[in-house]
């Protein structure tokens, strides 16, 4: 039932887990999808695991390097378009380091002037601290963006199987397991789930939200 | 991406406003509903327009013997639920020095207590049929932080709230998983009832500059009932145009 035929989406951090997750589930809904990473070889994977039912084309720029994220923006936006969709997962440290990323694509999808989604990824499954940059990002952002129709939301996921918690001790996963209500990690495509639904127009009226994709490990406010 | 099929549903509140929506919406993707109403002329009407498998109940969240047996006849008809919806609710906007213990109660009463008691009604089902589920409630911005003419409203709602993360946790074991949906201002017979100044005030509000469609709100509802929140519990979303922005 989401359906993001036509849309063209790009997710920052595309190379592996729940960014790759997340370019994977949108390409698999319709959307164009312009994966970007630091790592050429993981992004390329990527888009080669899309190729069956998707359309991901893939981009190696690292977010700091504002010259070379320039030319990747002007790249994307001749490839995929003007970007409607934009997810941050994987950035930095924390989203808010990669504020100027999303930062680019403001111009285009305002002079556009169809609206668009901003949906970034907090917590711990997303290999950051508490998301607490994030969500500050996400409500003012979002305050500032809703005159344009640009809906900005949070996934704040929570401990997520990864490539770097297989290789921790057994006993770090089983405290993670312990500690959260439902009694296992999440999985990438959970967390991508919920990107996909506020990147969607089912998700209409929703802006500068968090949602906690973690078991009930937090129920913050 | 979102498919009920297969699902049974109960709606409580689908005669009118967000519980209407909900219920043609789990309908359209295939889940079948029991949509209870407090008029049942307004739950059969809701049935009427359903794409899908709707079947009205008579259901008043005030009156346990009237839950008891929209239970009875629920589980008899369709088996336990895998999804759990109460989506009714009722405001009476004034000024809280206004207000008397009757209004309180029955404020509280209906929409804390009722959601309480439907939800409570259909839990042994749902757990002991083994394969989890999924309880949605609404409660409000107005539960998250505050909103002056609705105190006791806004009481009634924050206690949703903190009831629908605290039963996420108990019901964590059993995989029934317990989310809520909090509406900002809607177009709803609800907020038709506000007086005109407080309505465009409320609209001026809200960053989108406009209310909620109730579908809106039930693509919310349907987004914690589905498979794709299966690892999200004691949630709280709100869908109110920016309106309130949690920190």
Known sequence: MIDLTGRAAVVLGAGAGIGQAAALTIARLGAAVAAVDRDPLAVAGTALLAEPQGSVHDYEVDLADAAGFDAVRRGIERDVGVPHIVVEAGGGADPAGAEPAVRAFLDGMIRRGRGGRIVLVAGAGAGRGDGGAAVALTTSLAGELARYGILVNCVSAGPTESAALAKQPQQVRRELEREIPLRRLAHPDEIAAAVAFFASDRASFVTGQVLSVSGGLTMAR | ?247
């Open chain 2, 1 to 247: 991406m979102i498919d009920l099929t297969g699902r049974v549903a109960v709606v409580v509140g689908a005669g009118s406003g967000i519980g209407r929506a909900t219920a043609l919406r789990f309908a359209a993707l295939g889940a079948t509903v029991a949509a209870a109403d407090l008029d049942l002329d307004a739950a059969s009407a809701t049935a009427g327009s359903a794409d899908g498998d709707v079947r009205p109940y008579f259901l008043d969240v005030t009156d346990q013997a009237t839950i008891d047996e929209a239970r009875d006849a629920v589980l008899g008809d369709l088996g336990a639920p895998r999804i759990v919806v109460n989506a009714a609710g009722w405001d009476s906007v004034g000024p809280f020095l206004d207000t008397d213990r009757a209004l309180w109660e029955k404020l509280v009463g209906l929409n804390l207590v009722g959601t309480i008691a439907v939800v409570r009604a259909f839990l042994d089902a749902m757990i002991e049929r083994g394969d989890g589920g999924r309880v949605v409630t609404v409660a409000s911005d107005a539960g998250r932080v505050g909103s002056s003419g609705e105190t006791v409203y806004a009481g009634a709602k924050g206690g949703i709230i903190a009831f629908s993360k605290s039963l996420a946790r108990e019901m964590a074991r059993h995989s029934i998983l317990v989310n809520c949906v909090c509406p900002g201002p809607t177009d709803t017979p609800l907020f038709a009832s506000l007086p005109e100044r407080t309505r465009l005030a409320l609209e001026r509000a809200i960053p989108l500059r406009r209310l909620a469609r109730p579908e809106e709100v039930a693509a919310a509802i349907a987004f914690f009932a589905s498979d794709e929140a299966s690892f999200t519990t004691g949630q709280v979303l709100s869908v109110s145009g920016g309106l309130t922005m949690h920190g």
